[in-house]
């Protein structure tokens, strides 16, 4: 098999902070080549982590990106900035001598996922960036490496450990009693290791002089893609549109992201039942809830638009997915002609990190639509 292109050092910044059910950069790389010489704005009302930002940035295209996730928006961000590791690491060591005397969460899980000093390190730098007022590429880069590295796979030896965190999927957050119970019957002890260092090996494989700057930061956005203030009259400029929707019935986004978010400044434990931007609760309900992004982003002020989704379903979810995302479109109430329909590659992403921890994923069955406004 191919080695990903996601592995090539030009295109480090992707993969500042992995992300379960990772979008394969070498999708919208592929599509969008087709249309570099019409030089389009790009738009991807999913972004994610920001992966059809970056494809666009590498080839000189403007991008912007919505998505209802904070923890996405965070790490899309860093797609757009550019990047300077002694200033980042500068401010890292700021924050921790500012914030020292910070308050860190006292459970049994945090106990056990973290070293003491490294915990009270990570707080300082958490606090630090919570009191940001107006974001810099320095501040949007630190979170996002600090996301990165707050867990994963502890490493054999102290040199090459990239995680702040005991034993974890470097994909998505264990869940705090499951992980407290895996440490104590392995007997395993949280590193302690140097926040800045790990930081520091994270940030030198970065920084790319290629990386053309093509946008702003705020062209990766928090929204709602349904709804219409979601895409204010300067943002609708795009004539492409590159994006993969939320697998279907896969409703636990920011579950299992939850100790990502509590760096941004959520709660120190997982709260079900968050909202989810897409309704998933019946093939109707979900395919009108998705015509409603695609209605939004008909409202381009672009001559032509052309869609390529990537839409898969999780396993268990017994739905016809090509059949989902043709109800989708009908459902928005805009023409639509279908150019081209295939399958793509397996989406077992994340199998690998999971299986650090014995956790069970699925491969998902997805495909790759090509349409065009009429």
Known sequence: MPRSIAYERDNALNAICPYFTMFPLEYPLGVLKQYRKANPVVMDPFCGRGTTLFAARKLG??????????????IARAKLAAVDTLKVLELAKRYMEEHAPVAVPDNSFFRAAFHPDVLLNVCAIREGLLRVGRETDTTVILRAAMLGCLHGPTGKTAERRSYFSNQMPRTFSSKPDYSVRYWMERQLVAPEVDVIKVLERKLRRLDSPQLLQTGVLTDARRGD???????????RDFSVVVTSPPYYGM?????????????LGGEDHVIYGKSTQLQHTGFETFAVSLGKV????????????????????????????????????????????EVSVRSA???ASGKRQADHMAAGSAAAREYDFHVKRI
């Open 61 to 74: 295209l403007a991008a912007r990106g919505i998505d209802s996730s904070p923890i996405a928006v965070a």
């Open 225 to 235: 893609s349904r709804v219409a203030a979601s895409l204010p009259p300067a943002c």
């Open 251 to 263: 409703r636990t986004y920011v579950e299992d992201q939850w100790l990502r978010n509590w760096f």
């Open 294 to 337: 695609w209605k939004n982003m008909a409202r381009t002020t672009a001559e032509d638009l052309d869609m390529h989704i990537r839409f898969g379903i999780i396993p268990s979810a017994k739905v016809d997915a090509k059949a989902l995302v043709r109800a989708s479109l009908e459902a928005s109430g805009v023409q639509w002609a």
């Open 345 to 347: 590659k397996t989406a």
